[in-house]
Each structure stands twice: as C-alpha cells, then as structure tokens.
C-alpha cells in the first residue's frame, strides 16, 4: 500500500514538470544572490561624512548646526534683513593683529583672499586685498575673470580667549609654546567662514538668474564692500561643543555641482534628507531643498528672511572616521573646489584643521603648512605636529602678525 502511495506522488511529480515545461510557467522562485561584497582589492578612500552625536545635547549635529545657524543669521534690528548677529564678530583681521579690537556697530565690511587658497595655489597674491581671482575656475564652470572674497568670523567668546592669552600675534604665540600652553577654546566658541562673489559675476555664472539682479537679491544675501555689492555662496560654521568641533557646511541651491562626489545630507532640516551625487553630469544643478517644519518654526522664531531658506547643509561632521574606520569627507563646491583648488571628496573638516598649530617661533611648521595641500583626510598622521602645539583647530594662526 506505501510503495502505491509513494508511486502515485512521483507520478504526479513528473506530470506537474511536464505541464511547467509545456506551459512555460516559472519553475519555483529561488533565493536571492548573496552580496558578495566589494570586490577583491576594492578600497573605499572616503565616505561622505554623516551627522553624529553632540556634547551635552541630545541634539544630533545636523539640528544642532542649524540651530546655531539660526541664532547668529538672525538680524541685529528685527525690522530690517540686514545685517545679521554674525556679520558684527570679529573679523581675522580684527583678531590676528597687534592692536585686536572688538568692531564697533557699523563698522565698513572688509573682505580678504582665501587663506586656504594662499596655502595650495601656486603663485597665490597676498590675501589682504578684498577678492582673488586667482582660483580654479574651470573645476566649477566659474568666470575665468570673476573673483571670489572671503571672510572668517568669530565670536566674542572665541575673539576674547585668543586675546586674553596673547595668542593673536607671533610673539605671544612663541611665549605661549615656552610655557607649553594649551590652548583649549571655551565651548561656546563659534567660528563663519564665508565665501562671497560679486553680484556681476554671479549673473556671468548662474543662468538660472536670467541676468536679473532684482532675482538674484531675491534670492542670495548680499551685502556691500568697498561699494561692491557681494552674494554669500557658501559657508564653513564650527562650534566648540565637541573637543574636535561640530563642523556644518551650507551652500546656496544654485551652487553648481553643490552635491557632486560625495552627496548632501540633512537629517533634521531637509524636506528630502539625503541627495545622491550626480555621477554622470558635472556641475549639474540640484534644485531647492525644501526646509522641513521644525526648521521653518527655528527660522521664524529667528524672524530670519526668508532668503535663508535658499541655503543648504551640505552635511555636519564630528569624527576623523566612519564606525568601519574609513575616513569621512566634506567639503564645498566653492570653498575647497574652486576656491581652495582642492578634491571634495577628498577634504575633511576635522582632518585638515587638526593640524592648525605653531612652533617655538610662533608660526606653523613646514610640516604642518603642508598639509593643507595634502587634503589630509582621517585621523592625524603621525609625526606632523611634532615640535609643534596644536591651536585647537583654528587655521587662523596662520594670519597672525
């Protein structure tokens, strides 16, 4: 009886495998393929950096960037969009001098060279003149006559301490290396750096804005220097939170190319928190990035304009490296690429400025000046900072007199 049981199955087998054949149908699904992995001898040389978590706040770092953003983007007279809270800090030029000052209200703006660009560009002028056209303008289909100016800010907490210690000149730098100082900035240090253009040669540059200067300014702040009217493109910010900061990078929407290499990602402020880089299309636009309702409620708290909804973090950064060790990357379309002469994704926040120092002399070392064109990414090398004492992240000892 089994053996007629177990004979009428196959049977009914076999009929079943005939009728797939004949009839075409699909032979039973099987399980998916294995991700074999990356392939033998694949290295991943950088990932793009991600937001990570933020001392003494339950913030991550993307709504703790945008937080402070809105603080000191906001208006100093509520009635009038301009200036805003971080336009009134103390400039490199404020801070790194002989005779350091607080700016007074009112104060004419005054613009400098990129000092990163002082450090990879051969044949770089000097960078107390109000705009360099010196730059790798091709990199991000920039005029070839057009010029970009930068200004670093800092504020009073972070003016005070490098003043009242003496670290804004060469000298007091040199007194504080024979003493073995450590230099630790308060927490509520916070440093803007800013990259502006000329209204003429945005309009050379961005087609979007049709020619129109009455658009642009809908759409950019602007602000005057020298009778030049400027629009902010991008943005550096770096806040003391963290022993190795909390480093965020804001670009205007209309940046060319602002996501390429390495993405944008925005976990708290971004309608659309991750974009991917456009691996086909160089300089390609990406369009707005919608701000989400937590963000607009910040921004009008802040009685910010609504300009300022036209600029995006690119990311934040708060370690060397990625929980598998492979080393983040952040940089900007302007900043590193065009200004800086540098690889997006190859730049680091924390990696380039870990090497801010100086010597028995005052001044940074050969070695440690180097880095800059290096693109350091991932944690410090070895031997680089020898003889020297780090400056605490800060890129700004190297204007000091």
């Known amino acids: 009886m089994k053996r007629d049981v177990m004979a009428r199955i196959a049977a009914c087998t076999l009929v079943v495998g005939i009728l797939v054949v004949l009839l075409g149908c699909p032979p039973p699904a099987e399980p998916p393929p294995q991700d074999p992995g990356p392939a033998e001898g694949t290295v991943a040389v950088a990932v793009p950096s991600r937001g990570g978590a933020v001392d003494g706040t339950t913030q991550g770092s993307d709504e703790f960037i945008w937080n402070l953003l809105t603080q000191f983007m906001a208006p100093v007279v509520p009635s009038q969009p301009s200036p805003v809270v971080f336009e009134t800090w103390a400039s490199d030029a404020d801070t790194f001098s002989t005779s350091p000052h607080w700016p007074e209200p009112g104060e004419p703006k005054k613009f400098q060279r990129s000092v990163l660009g002082a450090q990879t560009t051969q044949h770089f002028n000097p960078i107390d003149v109000p705009c360099n056209n010196d730059v790798n303008a091709a990199v991000g289909g920039f005029p070839t006559t057009g010029c970009i100016a930068e200004e670093v800010k800092r504020n009073r907490p972070q003016f005070d301490y490098i003043v009242e ?133 910040l921004m009008a708290q802040a009685n910010l304009s609504p300009v300022w909804q036209n600029y995006c973090l690119k990311s934040t950064q708060v370690d060397y490296s990625a929980a598998d060790d492979t080393p983040y990357a952040l940089g900007s379309s302007v900043i590193e690429r065009i200004t800086g002469n540098g690889t997006v994704s190859a730049s680091s926040c924390i990696a380039c400025h870990v090497y801010a120092s100086f010597g028995p002399d005052g001044a940074p070392t050969v070695a440690a000046k180097n880095m800059l064109p290096y693109n350091p990414t991932g944690p410090p090398i070895d031997g680089v900072l020898e003889g020297s004492l780090q400056f605490d992240f800060m890129w700004g000892v190297l204007l000091a007199p």
């Open 165 to 297: 210690n003496n670290l804004n000149t060469k000298a007091g730098l040199a007194a504080a290396y024979a003493n073995g100082f450590d230099v630790a900035m308060p927490t509520a240090a916070i440093a803007v750096k800013g990259d502006w253009i000329p209204v003429e040669d945005m309009l050379e540059w961005i087609p979007e804005l049709e020619g129109s200067i009455d658009r642009l300014r809908e759409l950019y702040y602007t602000t005057t220097s020298d009778t030049v009217e400027y629009a902010l493109v991008a943005m550096h910010v770096s806040s003391r939170q963290n022993t190795n900061w909390v480093w965020g990078t804001y670009e205007h929407h209309l940046n060319p190319g602002r996501c390429d290499n390495i993405g944008c990602f925005d976990s708290f402020g971004a309608v659309t928190p991750a974009v991917a880089p456009n691996n086909t299309t160089v300089n390609t636009q990406y369009g707005p990035c919608p701000k989400t309702q937590p963000l607009l409620d």
